[in-house]
Structures are given as C-alpha cells and as structure tokens.
C-alpha cells in the first residue's frame, strides 16, 4: 500500500447530512469516522486536529473532543506528547476483534430471527435486488454489506449489541479497504452468501442462518500489520 497523507481539503466529503438539531460535535465526530471507515487515512497515520479545525472551518475544541469520542470507539489512539492516530492493529487486535463480532452476531440473529416481521423480510430484500455490477466499487459494497447486517440484527430489539457490532465493524473498516479489498470473484461469493444468509433467515432456521453467518464473517477477516 502506497501511504498518502489525506488532502485536508476532502474531509468534506465525508461530512453526513445534518439534521436540524445537530451538534457540530456529532457532524466532526461522524465526518471523521466515515473519513477513517472509508480508508481516507492509512493506520498509524497522525490525525492533526489542527489542519483539520482549519478545513472544516470551526475551533479547534469539537475536533478535541471527537477525537476523544473516536477513541472511546478504539478508532484513533492518543499517545501523550505526540498526538492522536488512527489505531493500528496487530494479529492479536484482529483475532480478538472477529472472535468478538462472530460471538455478537451469532446472539444478535438469533433473537432477530424469532422476531423479525414481513416489513423487516421486505427491508432486506431491497438491499438483496441492487444489482450485483452496481457494488463492483468495494466501498459501496461495504455500505450495502453494513447495511445488511444491520437489517438482520435489527428485529432482535437488541441495539446495544448491534451498535457495538458495527463499532467492531468500523475498527477493521480501514484494513478492510487499503489492505484486504475483495476481488471481483470474491465479491460475487460474498453477494451470495448473503442471499444463502437471508433464505435460511427467512425460513427461521436460526442454526444455518447463524452458521453461514459466521462462515461469511470470517471470510473477510483482513491481514495485520504484523
């Protein structure tokens, strides 16, 4: 991978649609998170909150304070005396991290699956009909894929747990992206795992559907910097 300090200039891109009651803290807060999910910035790059202040136009006390909110998250690390960086991950990180996601994702579809609802069923299918050539871009993909297994999760009523999966998400997103993006072929696999996924849910058969599901996670599991 060829590391590139991010043009401070791009940042903008990444800032969501704010609602009315915002804070601006929230809007820095998931400017950054969908810059560093995104892979705009490479792991172990330092974040200068600084430059970004001046490219967003605000003080510097919201950025200090996202960037204490995307800590909390394990997304960037405070080193005393040096700065803030985005967190790199080692083997170590990395097998803790997807044996964590897989044990969650497991529970979370499981309660999902005795509660989901025809509304719910009609919600994924929606994402399961995008066409396969329009998520050839890996990072759409990674939206519709995040977007999937939220919808799986989200029947269970079990937000708690289905937040932390996608923090768990957001910390392997930049590996995912600059050191471990799937092929053309392995995409394809991966669309169809989610439709193998989505029929054994359908039919409530929490034991294939929580089995393929753990066998698809584990498919993308990125390599370290080690």
């Given amino acids: 991978m060829k590391e ?8 903008s891109k990444f800032a969501p649609m704010a609602a009315f009651n915002t804070s601006i803290e929230m809007i ?28 967003l136009q ?10 204490s909110a995307l800590e909390a998250e394990g997304l960037v690390t ?7 960086f985005v967190t ?17 994702e497991e529970v979370a579809i499981r309660a999902a699956i005795d509660k989901f ?27 519709i894929d995040k977007e999937f297994h939220f919808l799986l999760y989200a029947p269970s ?9 996608q923090q768990l998400r957001n910390n392997t997103a930049t590996y995912r992206i600059l050191k471990a993006p799937l092929s053309a072929e392995q995409l394809e696999f991966s669309l169809n795992d989610h439709h193998a996924i989505f ?17 698809h996670t584990l498919k993308t599991s990125p390599a370290s910097d080690e």
């Fill in 157 to 165: 009523g079990w937000m708690r747990v289905t937040k932390y999966i």
């Fill in 78 to 84: 405070r080193i005393p005396r040096k700065g803030v």
């Fill in 117 to 143: 609802t025809e509304v719910d069923l009609q919600k994924i299918e929606k994402i399961l009909a995008i066409p396969d050539e329009e998520l050839l871009d890996y990072a759409k993909f990674l939206e």
């Fill in 4 to 11: 590139k300090d991010l043009e401070m200039s791009d940042l």
């Fill in 28 to 55: 820095v807060q998931e400017t950054l998170r969908n810059a560093i999910t995104h892979g705009a910035f490479y792991p172990g790059q330092e974040l200068d909150e600084v430059a970004i202040a001046k490219d």
């Fill in 88 to 104: 790199a991950l080692d083997k170590h990180d990395l097998e803790e991290i997807y044996t964590t996601r897989v044990a969650l």
């Fill in 199 to 215: 029929d054994a849910y359908r039919s409530r058969n929490a034991d294939l559907a929580a089995t393929l599901l753990r066998e």
């Fill in 58 to 67: 605000i003080s510097r006390m919201p950025v200090r304070q996202s960037m």
